[in-house]
Nanobody
Framework: QVQLVESGGGVAQPGGSLTLSCAAS????????MSWVRRAPGKELEWVSG????????YYTESVKGRFTISRDNAKNTLTLQMNNLKPEDTALYSC?????????????????????WGQGTQVTVSS
């Protein structure tokens, strides 16, 4: 029922930029918080950024603060992650996740208590 489809991934050089998008369907998008999560090679799933249902509050993991910007367009059912000044450490499979609430839980390993659905992800590779 719920579908989350990511796009926009690719290969970028260190210092470069990419914009990820998540197209949502199957639920009332404007009533749920959303997050971006990622899994890098050899590492556990990591929460990256989250935004409240109405877009009023946004949060980021420390390593991406000042470089990434999360946003949403509730009229279009889309979630966006603008990534600037990319680093090799940002290389990962990025997925969008639907919160169970209007809010999101920041700075914790994403799990089923907080998120009900996940997209398949889009690959981001940062290398020189």
């Amino acid at each position: 029922q719920v579908q989350l489809v990511e796009s926009g991934g690719g290969v970028a050089q260190p210092g470069g930029s990419l914009t990820l998008s998540c197209a949502a369907s199957g639920f009332t998008f404007s009533e749920y918080g959303m997050s971006w999560v990622r899994r890098a090679p050899g590492k556990e799933l990591e929460w990256v950024s989250g935004i409240y249902a109405d877009g009023s509050y946004r949060y980021y993991t420390e390593s991406v603060k000042g470089r990434f910007t999360i946003s949403r367009d509730n009229a279009k059912n889309t979630l966006t992650l603008q990534m600037n000044n990319l680093k090799p450490e940002d290389t990962a499979l990025y997925s969008c996740a639907k919160s169970r609430f209007r809010t999101i839980v920041a700075n914790t390993t994403p799990g089923p208590h907080e998120y009900s659905d996940w997209g398949q992800g889009t690959q981001v590779t940062v290398s020189s």
